[in-house]
Structures are given as structure tokens and as C-alpha cells.
């Protein structure tokens, strides 16, 4: 039988472009004259980093890492590898990591170790949710979309055991 949750609107489709909007003007202000590399996360950073390109006329290039996931579960193990690397040298680039969403810290604070170690000449976060309440790593966000309270959400990107990324609004899974 297939799994069907009750999922209520946390975030319209219009909030989340408008946000996308006011993401991209920032992040154009700050980037003029140079010519990032942004670094999505898999696969929850897909359709934010989709929509928030073609909000930015840079003269920009897109990456992607695959780190370990969740799997099936909605608590993080603690422990981050890199599952797919980085096809592209990132030192003396400016980059940008683009991220789904911040819970604990510990997937992107590992991440951004990781980058800062191959000595790019910047490296800047955004991340289009922040779930304050439950970080164990302090993480700069340079770039936010929103704050959200302790939910687990789904929708745009974000799944439940792999379902639920296609959905337009994002919103929480209610058990
Ligand atoms: P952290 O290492 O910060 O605890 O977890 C970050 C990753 O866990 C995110 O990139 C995302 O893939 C997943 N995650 C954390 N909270 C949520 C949530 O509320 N919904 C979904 N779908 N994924 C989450
Ligand atoms: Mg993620």
C-alpha cells in the first residue's frame, strides 16, 4: 500500500519565489565582476538551485556533491561522507553552496571543511530553509530563505524516503 501522509502548505509556491527573487538580487550585488561557482547538494538543492539560476545573469557555473543521506529515516546519522565529488577545481573560485535546508548543521559544516580545505578564494552558504532550533554545529548562512520551526517538511526538492520532491509548496509532514 502506498504511504499517504497528511501534508499541510508550510510555504506557497509564490512565498518561495518571491524569496528566490529577493535571493538572487542579494546575491548579484555581491557577485558583480565575478564569475561563481555554485555548488548544489543532492539531491534536495535541485529545484531551488533550478529556479534561483535563472534568477541570476552572471556569468555563473553549477556543480553538484552527493553526500550521504538520511536514508529512509528523518534523523541524520551524525556521520557525512562524500558519496559523488566535485568534478571541477574550486581553488582561487568564488563559491557559493547551495543547500535545501540547515537542521543540525553537521551535512554542511562538514561540506564546507571539506571545500574550504581545496582553497577557494571564497566561500559563501545559502541555503533556502534554517531550522535554528535543532543545530548542534554553528553554521553561517550568508544567503536565507526562510526560518522554520521544528517540522520536518517536504515538497520542492525536499523528500520523505525519496517522495514528495515534485510537490510546488513546500510543507510539513504531519504524523
Ligand atoms: P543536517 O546535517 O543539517 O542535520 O541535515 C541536513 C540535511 O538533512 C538536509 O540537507 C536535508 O537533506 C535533510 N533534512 C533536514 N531536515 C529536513 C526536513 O525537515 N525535511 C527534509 N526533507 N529533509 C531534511
Ligand atoms: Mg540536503
Do not use: W
Not at 529515516?73 to 568564488?94: C, F, M, P, W, Y
Amino acid at each position: 500500500m502506498v504511504f499517504q501522509p497528511q501534508l499541510k502548505i508550510l510555504i506557497s509556491r509564490d512565498e518561495i519565489a518571491k524569496a528566490v527573487d529577493r535571493l538572487a538580487c542579494e546575491i548579484k550585488r555581491d557577485y558583480q565582476g565575478k564569475q561563481p561557482l555554485l555548488i548544489g547538494i543532492l539531491k534536495g538543492s535541485f529545484v531551488f538551485m533550478a529556479d534561483l539560476i535563472r534568477r541570476l545573469d552572471l556569468p555563473l557555473e553549477v556543480e553538484f556533491i552527493k553526500l550521504s543521506s538520511y536514508g529512509a529515516a528523518k534523523e541524520s546519522s551524525g556521520k557525512v561522507r562524500v558519496v559523488q565529488g566535485l568534478k571541477t577545481r574550486i581553488k582561487g573560485r568564488d563559491v557559493l553552496v547551495v543547500e535545501d535546508i540547515v537542521d543540525t548543521g553537521v551535512t554542511i559544516s562538514f561540506l564546507l571543511d571539506y571545500l574550504k580545505k581545496k582553497q577557494p578564494a571564497s566561500l559563501k552558504l545559502c541555503a533556502l530553509t534554517d531550522k535554528p532550533s535543532r543545530r548542534r554545529v554553528p553554521v553561517p548562512i550568508d544567503y536565507l530563505g526562510f526560518t522554520v520551526l521544528n517540522k520536518f517538511i517536504v515538497g520542492y526538492g525536499l523528500d520523505f524516503d525519496e517522495r514528495f520532491r515534485n510537490l510546488p509548496h513546500i510543507y510539513t509532514l504531519e504524523d
